[in-house]
């Protein structure tokens, strides 16, 4: 556990079961360590990732909670039950782990191992499953092995998971929508809300769900060299810009930077972005996954 710690500390990930499945966690405060989190399963777009927390006080700091909120925290939690919330600003956690939205999905899990780690590095973890995009989530550290190894620093082993399937998600910001099935059934929320619960729309704002996540307001080319007249340009590497994802060419750290760059972009009072070519390979093709969204009008 203390060498799981001192790798989430360093900036890596680390493979560790929960009562659901085994999940891939690195401090969610630090935005290149969750870069490491998609580098290390070749997720093709930025989802929203989960944030563990220990307890409902370190998630409050996080997120704001109502009376809804708070009930099914107070019957569920901790367990494999997932809230999405209003994100509290000033929390200190990477937009990259929002995937620039308004919203932050959030855990307190039940598993041992899971709160341990909690504890040891004293911070909140993101932690999607522990397996290559695509492939069937992993409830023993074997299966982690099988789909990851090479890829990530350590596992953290300690048996089977007990639910099996990733966590139930209830969102919660504005109506109850049930977002994703899981262990909880819905009608065992409805009962603790008083309430039926909404199907989950378009609109995305939890892991599991596919399409568009941030959009900025203002038109978005791509694959520019240069900006023209009344462009804010976002470079990359040898392309210089008002802003860089990163001027060394990095990935892993273009990454890290995506979404504030956006976001500082999209407050600019440039009429339209420009982002520089991004190299389609490894968490590139992440990069060019999400950006190819923003860019659809």
């Known amino acids: 556990m203390a060498e799981a710690a001192a790798i989430i500390a360093r900036g890596g990930c680390v493979a560790v079961p929960t009562e659901t499945v085994y999940g891939l966690a690195a401090d969610a405060t630090d935005a290149r360590a969750v870069a490491g989190i ?43 039950l997932t809230l999405v919330l209003p994100h509290r600003k000033g929390s200190g956690i990477a937009s990259l782990v929002t995937a620039g ?14 709160q341990a780690l909690l504890a040891a590095t004293g911070k909140p973890l993101a932690a999607p499953s522990a397996n290559a995009s695509g ?44 977002l994703r099935p899981g262990p909880l059934p819905a009608r065992a929320i409805e009962a603790v809300l008083g309430a039926g619960l909404a199907d989950a729309g378009d609109t995305i704002t939890a892991p599991g769900q596919l399409a568009s996540h941030y959009a900025p307001q203002k038109p978005v080319r791509l694959n520019a060299v240069a900006a023209r007249d009344g462009e804010w340009l976002i470079g990359f590497g040898a392309v210089p810009g008002d802003d860089s994802l990163s001027k060394t060419g990095d990935l892993i750290e273009a990454a890290a930077r995506l979404f504030d760059a956006l976001h500082r972009a999209d407050a600019s009072t440039a009429a339209s972005i420009a982002i520089a070519p991004i190299p389609p390979h490894d968490i590139g093709t992440a990069i060019n996954d999400r950006l190819a969204r923003a860019a659809i009008r």
């Open 135 to 178: 492939t069937i989530s992993p409830t023993r550290a074997a299966h982690v092995m099988a789909s990851l190894d090479g890829r990530i620093a350590a596992i953290l082993e300690d048996g089977a998971s007990e639910a099996g399937i990733e966590s139930t998600i209830i969102g919660l910001a504005g109506i109850a929508r049930l």
């Open 38 to 80: 998609y580098a290390a399963k070749g997720r093709p777009s930025f989802n929203p990732l989960i944030v563990h927390v220990a307890d409902l006080a370190a998630a409050e700091r996080l997120a704001i909670f109502d009376d809804r909120a708070r009930a099914l925290a107070g019957r569920y939690w901790p367990g494999p």
């Open 101 to 114: 939205l308004d919203t932050i999905a959030i855990r307190v899990p039940a598993h041992r191992a899971m």
